[in-house]
């Protein structure tokens, strides 16, 4: 399984942007989700995860972050709008092979890209 993220910029407070990862390799379609984050001397953060056809976000983020999938293109999506300074981060998709239920931690994801850099100017 390989995860490519793209999609990261530099913009103003306020923006918007839309996060790719195109996902190849067997059964990647089969396993859930999700993107986190890590600001520079923090630990990465869970952000969004796409469970299912269900969507879980966190507090931060709800309300302007949309995450979605399409299979048909093997890409997951992280849709951004209202973006503030504090959103800066290194942004990473994951894949988990556990498919019970919605997981939040990133040590229960098996998979990661490479990481795209959002930088939101005030």
């Known amino acids: 399984v390989q995860l490519q993220a793209s999609g990261g910029g530099l913009v103003q407070a306020g923006a918007s942007l839309r996060l790719s990862c195109a996902t190849s390799?067997?059964?990647?379609?089969?396993?859930?989700m999700a993107w986190f984050r890590q600001a520079p001397g923090a630990q990465r953060e869970f952000v969004a995860v796409?469970?299912?056809?269900?969507?879980y976000y966190t507090d931060s983020v709800k309300g302007r972050f949309t995450v979605s999938r399409d299979n048909a293109k093997n890409t997951l999506y992280l849709q951004m709008d209202s973006l503030k300074p504090e959103d800066t981060a290194i942004y990473y998709c994951?894949?988990?092979?556990?498919?019970?239920?919605?997981?939040?931690?990133?040590?229960?994801?098996?998979?990661w890209g490479q990481g795209t850099q959002v930088t939101v100017s005030s």
């Open positions: 390799g067997r059964f990647v379609s089969n396993y859930p």
């Open positions: 994951a894949a988990t092979r556990i498919t019970i239920r919605p997981k939040y931690a990133a040590k229960d994801y098996d998979y």
């Open positions: 796409h469970w299912t056809d269900n969507a």
